[in-house]
DNA sequence: ACCTGAACACCGTTCAAGT
DNA sequence: ACCTGAACACCGTTCAAGT
């Protein structure tokens, strides 16, 4: 059932997956679904844990850095698999536990890799909310593909508005490059991602001078 | 109008802010909303707007660091008094005129400080992504103040299940030095943002190898 | 005891009926 | 022409009425 909810979900986004529409997609009455679930909170509590699971464990074994690296990616990946996910984090209710589960995994990579406990919750909270903003960044851009990106800041460049021109000259000059060279979701995302790898590096030697952490 | 919404979702939060609240508010019929904005999401897109307007713009003469620093504070302050907002940000609609100048003042700053095209997008990128997660991290967690969340993660820590504890060992290891030390978000955000900027310098430097670009 | 369909209290928005 | 209130098509959820 959850499964069916991630799969309606994926199909018709968040705003047309209710209750009613997911009921007559599994081919049963609207209040069978409170069977197995107290309300749609839960129920949606439940698909976010479902995405988390697909989120690949950081091996501390290749190293810090790659593990890092290709846990953010795996994260990002099960995002873009299912964009309304992200705007479903805020849900005040309980981590599931394949969230704990996840941050687990983290937090035990880090501290075997020599990371301080504090260090580690600051990479933690950084490398999460980077890729969280990034998928967030991702849904409400419109275009998906360089070439698509590329098209679409050059309609955008076409139709400016004189005024517009002036107002905002800066945007005007970026969106041009951009219209040149395209844009790739994939390639700046794993930029930031290495920038902000290169920043935990200097954290990391910058703790290293104080032992007691 | 807008106004009067942003304060009604400060207020309520966003699942309490209906067209039907914010007229009664305002003390109209409901319907009159609709003679000065078209539709809900016109409304909303106009308070994400108003904003946006709230966070200033960096200057390039304070060093780009700085101005960097200084507006992202600034960004993620404003989300913080409008937590409603972050969540908005979805929107498919065309950003707002505050956000094009904000996004313009941006732009101006990097290119003037000597990034090129390409690095102006990933730092305005990897920043805009990083404080957006993390002001969607905050509006998940519940606690407020260090000592609040000293306090939630003791009684977190008192009645964990013991399976938990056998599942996961390093998170509570975690939970249990946060239980002593507490957890301020502002420090927590700082210290992420001061990480990007140095990844940021790392790739400044760079660039500056391949003078083409 | 269990299932279910009508019903409730809402929502955003339309639209015809009043002025 | 403008305003407005009833009405429409929905929603999540309750609850009594059937089996």
Same mark, same amino acid.
């Given at each position: ?22 009921? =007559? ?16 909170? $839960? ?96 849904? =409400? ?68 001078? $104080?032992?007691?952490?």
């Amino acid at each position: 059932m959850l499964r069916a909810g991630v799969a309606l979900a994926d199909d018709v986004g968040i705003d047309g997956f209710t209750m009613r529409t997911l009921a =007559t997609e599994l081919g049963v009455v609207p209040m069978a679904l409170y069977k197995h679930v107290a309300n749609k909170q $839960e129920l949606l509590d439940g698909m976010v844990d479902l995405v988390w699971s697909e989120v690949i464990e950081p091996r501390a074994e290749r190293g810090w850095r790659r593990a890092m690296r290709e846990r953010s990616v795996s994260l990002r990946d099960a995002l873009e698999r299912h964009r309304w996910a992200v705007g479903l984090m805020e849900a005040h209710g309980r981590p599931g536990p394949e969230n704990l589960r996840q941050h687990n995994a983290m937090m035990g990579c880090l501290r075997k890799s020599g990371f301080s406990f504090r260090t580690t919750v600051h990479v933690t909270s950084t490398l999460d909310a980077y890729v969280y903003g990034f998928a967030l960044q991702q849904k =409400t851009l419109s275009f998906e593909t360089p070439e698509e990106s590329a098209e679409a800041a050059a309609a955008t460049q076409r139709d400016i508005p004189p005024e517009a021109a002036m107002l905002y000259p800066h945007l005007l000059e970026v969106v041009s490059e951009l219209a040149r060279s395209g844009y790739d979701y994939d390639e700046e995302f794993v930029v930031g991602l290495d920038l902000i790898l290169d920043g935990v590096d200097v954290l990391r030697s910058d703790w290293r001078q $104080e032992p007691a952490d």
